[in-house]
Each structure stands twice: as C-alpha cells, then as structure tokens.
C-alpha cells in the first residue's frame, strides 16, 4: 500500500506559473545550533539591527484533553460466562478455558493490559503538550538582503539519487534543474547530484540537464516557445537514455567524479553558470554505505575541495524546488547578525503533488506539519531529511576544532585528506579552475580518498555520522544535554510515534474479548463517572477536528488522519517497531527499501478518486483486516451477549470499541466484500485474516485465566 506517495511532476518553463515542486515558500522553521558558537564569517557588514526575520510568537493555547486517555476501574468480580470452544491440556486432563476462567474471580491480565495502554496513551499525551507551549511563526523579508550580489554566500546544493529505475532520469533531473535555476547568482551555486548507482544512466542523463540548463537558466520570455522544444527534445533524450535503466545500476564499482563542464561551449555560451557535479561514491559489497547518510557524507567531503560553500540545500531527488526564492529566504536566517550565531539549519516543510482533493492516505503530512511551530518555538525542530539549508560549518563541529590547528588531531578528527583539512581551516575560497576543471591532484585526492568508500572508517566525524541510520536527522547538530526539557519532550514524541502500536493494539483486543465474555472493563452507563469517560472521549475527538480545520483542512481530514493512523499503528508500526527491537538486540539488521518513484496510471486514478489501494504485501493488510474483522465479530456476538443477558449497563462502552473502530474502517470492509477492482483486498488476503480472527477469538481468552 502507497501510503505516502512522493509523486513527481514535470517542472515547465519557469516563466509559467504552473511549475510546480517542492520548496514552499513559507512557513520557514529554524533550529538552532548549540553546538556551533559560529562568529558568522560569511555574513557581510550588516548591521546588528537589521531585521530580516519578524518571530511572530502565537499565544500559548490551553491544554487538551488526550486522544484515548480512559479511566481504570478495577472493581469488578463478575462470574464469568463463556462460549468459547477453545480447549486446554492440563496435566493430561482436558478442561475447557471457560471452565478455568469460572474459577477465577477477577482476570488480573486484561485490566492491566488495558492499564498499561491507557498510561502509554497519557505518556504520549503529556509528551505532544509540550507542541502547545509556545508556537512560533516566521515571516521573511528578502527584499531587505543584500542587493550587492556578491554580498550573497554561496550554496552548494545536493541532490540524491539511487536507482533510474525507480527514480526515473527525468524527475532527477528536474530536480538538478530547478535548484541551478534558483534565483540567486548563478555563479554562486553549485549543484551535487550523488547517484548511487553508479548508473551510467544517470551520468548521461546529467550531461543532458548540463545542456538544457544553458536555456533553462538564462532562459527569457520572449524564448517561450523556443525553451518548449528544447524540453521536449530534452526529454526524448532521456527516454532513450532510460532503456537498460535497471540494468545500469550496480553496487559494486569505483568513483566517479565529473564537473560538467563548456568544452563544447561557443563564444555565445559566456554567461555564468551554476557548476554542477555528478558524484558516483566508490561502492563495494563488502563495505556498509550507510545509504543517503554514506551518501551525503562523501557529497560534503566532495564539495569541500571543489565549491565550499558556507551553505548546503539537501534535497531528494523527487523534491525539487518550486520557489526561486528558497535560497533568499534562507539566506534572511543565516545573514541575521542577531538570529545567525546560534543557527545550524532552516528547514523548509516538504509539500506533495498530485494529492487527491481528500488525501485519503494523510499524505500531505499535515499532522506532523502542524506541530512545526510549536517545536519552532522552544529551541527548534528536527531536521525531516530534506528541503534544509544546512550551515557547513555547523556539520563539521567546528567550535570543537576551531583553536585545534594540530595536524594529527585534524586528521583524527576529519580522516587523512590534507585538502578537505585546507577547506575547513580556510574561509570560501573557489578550488575550481576557470574551465571547471579540477586540477590533477586535486582528482587523484577526491578520487583516491574523499569519495572512497572507507574514509569514514578512519575519522571520528566519519564514524559518527555513519553512526546514525539516515542522516543527521533528529537531533544530531544538538548536544541533547543542552537541550530544554520541553523540546526533549517534542523529540520524545516524535520518536516514540510508532509505540502507539502498543496501547493500539490494547485497545483493538483486550476490550473485545472481555466482551465476549461479559467481563465489563468500563464504568457502568448509570455510573456518574460514565460522563467522565464520555467528555474525554468526545472532546479529544472535537480537539483533533478543531485542530485539523484551524489549520485549513475540512473535518474529513480529521477522518482520513485517525484511519491513517490506525492503518499505520495496525500493519507498518507494528513492524518498525518489531525491526527495531530486533535490530536492537542483533537478531536482524535493520534495512532501507528505496521508494519508488515511477507514477503507475491506473494507481493514479485510484488515488485521485478517493479509492484505496490494497495490492500491498500481505503482510502488510492482513493484520489491518485480521483487526477489522476481530472487532466486527465482537460487536456482533457482543450486542448478542448484551441483549441475551441484559448487560448493556455494564456492556455498552466495550461495545462501542469495536463499533467505532468499525465505522471508522468502513473502507476496509468495503475493499474486502463490495469492491472487485483490482485494488480491492484480495479472497486470499480475506481468508488469511478470518483464519488470524478465529485463531484470536479461539486463544485470545488465554489472557483471562490469568
Ligand atoms: O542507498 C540509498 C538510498 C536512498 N538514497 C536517496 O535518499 C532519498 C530518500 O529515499 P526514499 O526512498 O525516497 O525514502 P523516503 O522514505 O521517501 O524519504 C523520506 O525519509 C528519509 C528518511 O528519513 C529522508 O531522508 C527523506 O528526505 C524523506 O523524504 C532519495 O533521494 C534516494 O535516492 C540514496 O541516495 N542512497
Ligand atoms: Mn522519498
């Protein structure tokens, strides 16, 4: 199932106010960095009462009620009545489990299951508050930068790619272009693509964009119709290039490294241009390379000898910049005397296309956007893995280094290339030669050593950067024992996302086969303390409506996110969570599935029209169905339970569990029973999850003998 699709669409002219990418505009988020005490080298004269950013600070809202805070109430001795055919062998005699629950007064293991996962809902709630202590949002004013260009730092831009069978050419390249056609002095940037796959598909196609950018970039008006047919001829050649794209890909070669460079330049051809590099890193099996993280460590240690420039754009291939004037407004925070020391990166929010009206699998992210501001407010959001404008600076831990001139200690700290140990002492200083050449040595040493695969074993920056999965995400630029406890606590949240999947499960069980066995877990309807249950209920739903319409969205949203939510808890959560224990303790190394990139058509339409598509792994629905079903059965045979015995008082709040969870998930039903599309949940998928759903019904009233 494609629950976050990043979809791409061709860039047009940019003349036309249709293209379209990545980059917004605003909101910015800034983080600081305070590690990195910077005395700003690269910011010209400015004075220190310049604004360039207006911190709009919102006021502190109240605080909410949680999403599925429930109150415990343990007393509750009930004889318990049991249907349930599951058999057990004790001691060679067989006794049946309703038998063995009878003898036992009070089950100790559900209520406190149930107890645990209402106390780790309340811990993740208590952890989000921290979101709503002091929001803040940003406003630029570029207008008041600099309008000597040369007062302007440059930016090196870098771009990653994997595989052109996945990340077609043409979407990569759209990319490259988008961030040469930045509107900031062309000579000022210098663009990285890192392919992975050492893919000659790639580097042709990067000679291709070299070319079209001479129109792209200097492209005017009145060429309209001429920059048209150059696209299009543009693109032909790239689907030519794209035949054997699969084929082309390999984990196992040597690096290579290319400026693209004028050798067919005409006397015409005279204007400046972005510089752009393609860098294949040098991949063997036998070594770990550590993904896009491996990957952008050999694109800073690249760059350092070529452009170093004091500013780095990362961007995915497939997120390329729609707003020329990204760099302007990040060049606002780092050029502000007053905001700059403390700044390690700006980060932009990341912005999907091709999103149906009702986005049906959340995947705009505005969940996670929505709490931007608040992380912004209390010292800093996290880094997302792209659209930032990274301060070089603050990557290397200068403040670490800065009255460190020992060679040896250098060399320990960064690996033994004497040239990028030249970069990081020495201010901006341009290595390539007039015809964007690099000089022999030069190419020997980023060659040899930069763009090997080994360097980061014999650094410590190298090994700690490996160190972490993807990237420097979350925290990485911090000492966290520095950090406030507020935004520990916005961190904590964002981590411990995923460990919803446990008190989520609770709740999608426990509560059920109780009601099976008309063993109450809930305050009784006539119990004063029901209107409690009730208000929390209800006003955390009415808080997360009230919080997806404040920001936009229609009340479906809301809708679309809590079933996103539960699918994610029901099936991916649930394995990221298991991977991670297992990889924790070294039964199975965590791995990284490139996301696909290539737009299927049928699956478009699907998604344009609001229809969910389960052709995922088994793996994956099953459990979201085996769920659906268990809770569909325990209403059914529940409500039967209720009106057979007359326990609605004391029944009617477990009954609304699964209910809930039903309606909620109507489209599951619907995608297993009234669909025959070809995205519908498949008969086998079906039967698979009736055979989990008996197997639960059968042995799930286990956890009442205890
Ligand atoms: O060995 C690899 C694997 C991936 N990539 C690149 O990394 C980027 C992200 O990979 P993708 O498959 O698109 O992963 P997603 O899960 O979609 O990426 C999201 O999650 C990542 C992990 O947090 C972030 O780094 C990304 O910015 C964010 O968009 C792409 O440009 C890839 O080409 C590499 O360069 N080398
Ligand atoms: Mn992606």
Redesign the pocket.
């Known amino acids: 199932m494609n629950i976050s699709p ?1 979809i791409s669409v061709p860039i047009f002219p940019k003349s036309d106010n249709d293209s379209v990418g990545i980059l917004e505009s605003l909101p910015t988020h800034t983080v600081v960095d305070r590690t990195s005490l910077s005395d700003n080298n690269h910011a010209p004269d400015i004075p220190t009462d310049t604004v360039f950013v207006d911190n709009n600070k919102r006021p502190t809202r109240t605080t909410t009620t949680p999403k599925y805070l429930q109150v415990y109430e343990c007393d509750l001795p009930h004889s318990l009545q049991s249907n349930s055919s599951a058999q057990l062998v004790q001691s060679g005699k067989t006794t049946t489990l309703s038998q063995i629950i009878k003898t036992r007064e009070i089950p100790i293991l559900p209520f406190l299951l149930i107890f645990i996962s209402e106390l780790l809902f309340t811990f993740i709630w208590i952890l989000h508050q921290a979101y709503r202590w002091k929001p803040v949002t940003r406003t630029v004013y570029p207008e008041r930068l600099p309008q000597d260009h040369e007062k302007l730092p440059p930016v090196d831009v870098f771009i ?3 595989d052109p069978s996945k ?1 077609p050419s043409l979407g990569v390249m759209n990319t490259v272009l988008s961030a040469m056609a930045l509107d900031y002095p062309p000579h000022k940037i210098a663009v990285y693509l ?1 392919d ?1 796959g050492g893919s000659f598909v790639t580097l042709n196609a990067t000679r291709e964009a070299w070319k079209f950018s001479k129109w792209w970039v200097l492209f005017v008006e009145t060429e309209k119709k001429e920059i048209k047919k150059r696209y299009n001829e543009f693109k032909e050649a790239l689907e030519n290039n794209s035949v054997n794209a699969s084929g082309s890909v390999s984990r196992d070669h040597a690096p290579t490294i290319e400026v693209m460079n004028d050798s067919d330049a005409k006397d015409s051809d005279k204007e400046e241009m972005p510089v752009l590099v393609y860098v294949a890193r040098e991949k063997r099996p036998s070594h770990p ?1 550590h ?2 993280a491996g ?1 952008l460590n050999v694109l800073i240690r690249v760059s350092a000898v070529i452009s170093n420039a004091p500013y780095i754009l990362v961007l ?4 390329y910049c729609n707003d020329p004037t990204s760099a302007r407004q990040a060049m606002c925070f780092f050029l502000d005397p007053k905001i700059s020391p403390k700044l390690a990166f700006v980060q932009f929010p ?1 912005k999907f296309h091709n999103i149906s009206q009702h986005d049906i699998y959340d995947a705009r992210l505005h969940y996670y956007w929505r709490r931007w501001p608040g992380v912004d407010g209390i010292g800093g959001p996290t880094i ?3 659209n930032m404008y990274l301060k070089r600076e603050a990557l290397y831990r200068k403040k670490n280094i800065k009255n460190d001139i020992d060679i040896n200690n250098m060399k320990k700290s960064y690996g033994s290339s004497n040239e990028l140990i030249k970069s990081i002492n020495e201010t901006y200083k341009q290595y390539l030669l007039k015809d964007k050449k690099i000089n022999g040595a030069l190419e020997k040493e980023v060659h040899q050593l930069l763009a090997s695969c080994t360097y980061d074993n014999h650094s410590d920056w190298g090994k700690e950067a490996s160190g972490v999965h ?2 420097f ?1 979350g925290g990485r630029l911090y000492d966290r024992w520095k950090m406030s406890t507020l935004q520990c606590m916005c961190y904590a949240a964002l981590s411990f996302d995923p460990i919803y999947v446990v008190p989520f499960y609770g709740l999608a069980i426990i509560p059920q086969i109780c009601l099976l066995h008309g063993i109450p877990l809930y305050p009784k309807v006539s119990d004063p303390f029901f209107v409690v249950f009730a208000f929390i209920f209800i006003a955390s739903q009415l808080k997360h409506v009230q919080e997806v319409m404040f920001y936009g969205d229609s009340i479906w949203t809301s809708l679309y996110e809590l079933r996103v939510w539960m699918m994610k808890s029901a099936s991916c959560n649930l394995y990221a969570t298991l991977g991670a224990f297992l990889d924790k303790f070294g039964l199975q190394e965590a791995h ?1 599935n ?2 696909d990139k290539v737009v299927d058509d049928e699956r478009e339409t699907r998604f344009k029209k609001g229809i969910y598509d389960f052709q995922g792994s088994p793996m994956l629905i099953a459990p979201i169905c085996s769920l659906y079903i268990f809770n569909l059965a325990s209403f059914f045979i529940g409500m039967a339970r209720i009106v057979n015995t007359h326990k609605a008082n004391e029944l009617l709040v477990q009954a609304f569990i699964p209910l809930f969870g039903a309606i909620v998930n109507y489209h599951v039903l619907e995608a297993m029973v009234v669909r025959t599309d070809k995205a519908r949940i498949s008969p086998s998928v079906s039967l698979l999850s009736v055979a989990i759903t008996t197997f639960i019904l059968c042995f799930g009233s286990l956890i009442l003998i205890f």
């Not at 995915?316 to 997120?319: E, I, Q, T, W």
């Open positions: 990043d990653c790619t994997a990340e890192s992975d390379h993904f896009k990957a995915d291939c497939d997120h990341q997302s893995g792209c993807i990237f995400g990284f490139l996301t």
